[in-house]
């Protein structure tokens, strides 16, 4: 079992910068990948960002440039620095660690959820 908990979440103004943490416990040892997923009201979720054990790290078009993830693996702990932020970034925040059992198949463990809201 894994457990996740995020924060640093909160309002801020376009062009400001966020940057939310994600504190893993459990089974850590078991991750292969850990990243962060969003969701905006009536929208579904999506990738925002992925980083592998290997420290390899992947971003969607929408936020290249803009969002780094990073992590302490000291800590147990993924970042997601969030940089040049636009309203339509606004959406609910979800840490995410992926356990790979076999070719195509994982089990996820997500987060709590931490509210992103980027005013105008």
């Known amino acids: 079992q894994v457990q996740l908990v995020e924060s640093g979440g909160g309002l801020v103004q376009a062009g400001g910068s966020l940057r939310l943490s994600c504190a893993a416990s459990?089974?850590?040892?078991?991750?292969?990948?850990m990243g962060w997923y969003r969701q905006a009201p009536g929208k579904q979720r999506e990738l925002v960002a992925v980083?592998?054990?290997?420290?390899?790290?992947n971003y969607p078009d929408s936020v290249k440039g803009r969002f780094t993830i990073s992590r302490d693996r000291a800590k147990n702990t993924v970042f997601l620095q969030m940089n040049s932020l636009k309203p339509e970034d606004t959406a609910v925040y979800y840490c995410?660690?992926?356990?790979?059992?076999?070719?195509?198949?994982?089990?996820?463990?997500w987060g709590q959820g931490t509210q992103v809201t980027v005013s105008s």
């Open positions: 995410n660690a992926k356990r790979l059992v076999g070719i195509g198949f994982s089990l996820d463990y």
């Open positions: 459990g089974s850590i040892s078991s991750i292969n990948t």
């Open positions: 980083i592998s054990s290997g420290g390899g790290a």
